[in-house]
């Protein structure tokens, strides 16, 4: 299994940027039965959850982007997104992707997200 994510860049403090993690060579089966979830991590700090999807419950946010970060899926496409709106410079960090399920935990490599302000 290979976590592919991309989206990430430069944008301006209250801008919005789109993630996406592909899990290409995923079995959709095993797709549909797996949490994914976004960290990130800043220059110093440790890695933090950020949003968490599982398969069959309601999304879970940090403290800190909750309002303004939005996770989803698309099943089809085997592609789990991470909307982020209203950016700010405490949002700079890299992000990761990393799939959970019985008997499996991936992580992606990280996509830089850079706010200014």
């Known amino acids: 299994v290979q976590l592919q994510a991309s989206g990430g860049g430069l944008v301006q403090a209250g801008g919005s940027l789109r993630l996406s993690c592909k899990a290409s060579?995923?079995?959709?089966?095993?797709?549909?039965?797996?949490?994914f979830s976004w960290y990130r991590q800043a220059p110093g700090k440790e890695r933090e959850l950020v949003a968490d999807s599982s398969p069959d419950g309601n999304p879970v946010y940090g403290d800190s982007v909750t309002g303004r970060f939005t996770i989803s899926r698309d099943n089809a496409r085997k592609t789990v997104y991470l909307q982020m709106n209203s950016l700010k410079t405490e949002d700079t960090a890299v992000y990761y992707c990393n799939a959970r399920g019985p008997n499996l935990n991936y992580w992606g490599e990280g996509t830089q997200v850079t706010v200014s302000s």
């Open positions: 060579r995923m079995i959709l089966s095993t797709f549909w039965g797996t949490a």
